[in-house]
């Protein structure tokens, strides 16, 4: 296979030409999609090299033959995140779900440090955060449309009033019908948090009989399940939404919460030997293209504290 198709599969560039040629190629063997992969490993790995753009749009397309029905993935910018026809991926894959109305599952895993734009089959858009794990439908019943979080994400939801549109998260469901908001929520940490940008959204916890939480515009929901503590609280929602351009916002947050944060963004792992400094609360702002010493360069400033890289981890220390 002419290597110059990989490239233009990959930017999406392919005509339909192209791409029929290319799909036959990859239903002739195991060892073809295997070398589809590696290239796109590949191509990734220059891109992220070479610019500081990260946020994808993943748009899906089906293309229908007599055969099967197969997935192309069309990138638009800089791809962050590895996908390929088939669910081949490890970030990317399609399992077939039991109900019969709504289809495949799709299942698209972000890597850390990366960020992904994916719209839906309803027209909802979803912005993926790094290490977020985002399971959905190829196309959504008539009654209700249903997705499943572990991670952080901004929905902007399609309304239809017939049909409310449901987070599963680990901790809480979201239900909406037509809305825009922030959910993070994420399998190992203690903490989550709902931002409502506008709409109404809401939260009823896992597993109890609890009365629904309802939040409105400007408010987040933040819960806690080490301390049992919850809030509702007036933000500032664009400090909790501007992930999506590649800024990071902490105001007034624990140094321990950063920490969490500091190593998804950067795939480092960071030992605090300093247990008092994880209670201190920091202020500031980042981009994604910032490396991780000159953030900690500045967040010493408020409160000092020393710091040394062994391999791939970070160590502070008084």
């Given at each position: 296979?002419n290597?110059s198709?990989?490239?233009k599969?990959?930017t999406?560039?392919?005509s339909?030409e192209?791409e029929?040629?290319l799909?036959n190629?990859l239903?002739?063997?195991q060892?073809?999609?295997e ?9 990734d790995m220059?891109l ?14 089906r ?7 197969r997935?192309?993935?069309q990138?638009?910018?800089l791809a ?5 026809a ?12 039991q ?5 495949k ?6 890597p850390?440090?990366?960020r ?5 089959a309803?027209?909802?858009k979803v912005?993926l ?5 985002f399971?959905?439908?190829?196309h959504?019943d008539?009654?209700?449309r249903?997705?499943q979080?572990?991670?952080e994400?901004?929905f902007d939801?399609?309304h239809?009033e017939?049909?409310?549109?449901l ?5 809480y469901?979201v ?6 908001f ?10 989550f948090?709902t931002?409502?940008i ?6 009823s916890k896992?597993?109890?009989d609890?009365?629904p939480?309802e939040l409105?515009?400007?408010e987040?929901?933040?819960s806690?399940?080490?301390t049992g503590k919850?809030?509702?609280r007036?933000?500032?929602?664009k400090?909790?939404t501007?992930?999506i ?21 950067y ?9 008092e ?5 920091f ?10 010493t000159?953030i900690?360069?500045?967040v010493k400033?408020?409160k000092?504290?020393n710091y040394?890289?062994e391999?791939?981890?970070i160590?502070?220390?008084k």
């Amino acid at each position: 296979m002419n290597k110059s198709l990989f490239i233009k599969y990959f930017t999406g560039d392919l005509s339909e030409e192209e791409e029929n040629a290319l799909l036959n190629w990859l239903d002739q063997s195991q060892s073809n999609r295997e070398e589809l992969q590696n290239e796109r490993k590949l191509f990734d790995m220059l891109l992220l090299n070479t610019s500081n753009e990260v946020v994808t749009d993943v748009k899906l397309s089906r293309t229908f033959t007599e055969k099967s029905k197969r997935w192309i993935i069309q990138l638009s910018g800089l791809a962050a995140i590895f996908l390929v026809a088939f669910g081949l991926g490890t970030w990317f894959r399609t399992n077939q779900n039991q109900n019969e109305i709504s289809g495949k599952i799709n299942v698209v895993e972000v890597p850390i440090g990366q960020r992904a734009l994916i719209t839906l089959a309803d027209g909802t858009k979803v912005w993926l955060n790094a290490k977020s794990r985002f399971s959905f439908p190829d196309h959504f019943d008539k009654d209700s449309r249903t997705v499943q979080l572990s991670g952080e994400a901004l929905f902007d939801v399609v309304h239809n009033e017939a049909a409310p549109f449901l987070v599963n998260t680990p901790k809480y469901q979201v239900k909406v019908f037509g809305t825009k908001f922030d959910v993070c929520s994420y399998i190992n940490s203690s903490i989550f948090e709902t931002t409502l940008i506008e709409g109404k959204v809401t939260l009823s916890k896992n597993n109890t009989d609890i009365k629904p939480i309802e939040l409105k515009p400007d408010e987040q929901f933040t819960s806690d399940t080490l301390t049992g503590k919850s809030e509702i609280r007036k933000v500032a929602t664009k400090e909790f939404t501007s992930w999506i351009d590649g800024i990071y916002s902490f105001n007034d947050q624990l140094f321990s919460s950063i920490v969490q944060r500091l190593e998804r963004y950067y795939g480092t792992k960071i030992e605090v030997d300093y247990p008092e400094l994880l209670d201190f609360k920091f202020t500031g702002k980042f981009r994604q293209s910032d490396p991780l010493t000159e953030i900690l360069d500045v967040v010493k400033k408020s409160k000092f504290f020393n710091y040394k890289q062994e391999d791939n981890k970070i160590i502070i220390y008084k």
